[in-house]
């Protein structure tokens, strides 16, 4: 539709199903790239690198490049970067949010830090806990990367950043700043990077409660799609609605 000329696409669920490519999503994409829209891959997973995940969209014919995506790491580099450029962080996560806050030039800290940011860590530990903890009662700001209490994978749902998190907060009685989707702060991230307003972009997900919630809560218009997380049956008992909703993104009419 001529209204939106940015678009911005949620990942697992929406583009591929785990190692699987959505062959809906990757048509839908390389149409976006021939009629010269822009688009962003916009994805709460704050464990994996852009370069990763360009690198496996590409695998999937998919075109992409590292500047087409926006992890909840770089968003949380870019907020913290923002609220004080020169902060001395702690941060607990995987090469992801490593790079991320390597790349903002962000420096490591964990005797005396500005800020904590937690992120995905399927390594984590006591003491890395025990530091953390330490850190925010000494005053240090906590920022965590997505509320996201729980992930699927093979055998079902196994414990998100979101769960992680919690011990932290249970700990300390300090909640964190929220990054990730449903939050609006990792909206306003990718509008920034991608040049454009609320009016001309189209937030596109499977998830209500991350995807679709982040688009409502920005104030930008919503694609869910019914290839992931929330069925057709479920969306019908939220109490508001995207803006549409289709089957799958081979329903989506160009002009």
Not at 50 to 56: F, I, L, P, T, Y
Not at 60 to 89: E, H, R, W
Not at 161 to 177: E, Y
Not at 224 to 252: C, D, F, M, N
Request: proline content about 5%; glycine content about 8%; aromatic content about 8%.
């Amino acid at each position: 539709m001529e209204k939106y000329d940015a678009f911005l696409l949620d990942l697992d669920g929406t583009v591929y199903r785990g190692k699987e490519e959505i062959p809906e999503a990757v048509a839908f994409v390389k149409t976006l790239k021939r009629k010269g829209l822009r688009y962003l891959f916009v994805t709460n997973n704050s464990t994996r690198t852009k370069e990763a995940v360009a690198d496996q969209l590409s695998g999937f014919g998919i075109p992409c490049t590292p500047d087409d995506v926006l992890t909840t790491s770089m968003a949380t580099a870019s907020y913290i970067k923002a609220q004080k450029p020169d902060a001395k962080v702690l941060y607990i996560g995987e090469q992801g949010l490593k790079q991320a806050m390597e790349q903002a030039d962000l420096h490591y800290e964990d005797r005396n830090p500005d800020y904590v940011a937690f992120g995905m860590d399927r390594q984590i530990t006591y003491e890395k806990y025990s530091k953390a903890c330490l850190a925010i009662r000494s005053g240090a700001k906590f920022v965590s990367t997505n509320p996201d209490v729980a992930l699927p994978n093979e055998q079902g749902l196994v414990p998100g950043n979101g769960a992680l998190t919690s011990v932290i907060t249970v700990s300390t009685g300090v909640q964190p700043v929220f990054i990730g989707k449903p939050e609006p702060i990792i909206i306003e991230l990718a509008l920034q990077k991608i040049g454009t307003t609320k009016q001309r972009t189209l937030m596109i997900g499977d998830n209500y409660d991350t995807d679709i919630m982040a688009g409502i809560n920005s104030g930008i218009d919503t694609l869910i799609v019914h290839t992931g997380v929330t069925s057709e049956e479920a969306l019908r008992t939220k109490p508001i609605q995207p803006t549409y909703s289709l089957k799958s993104l081979s329903e989506w009419i160009f002009n």
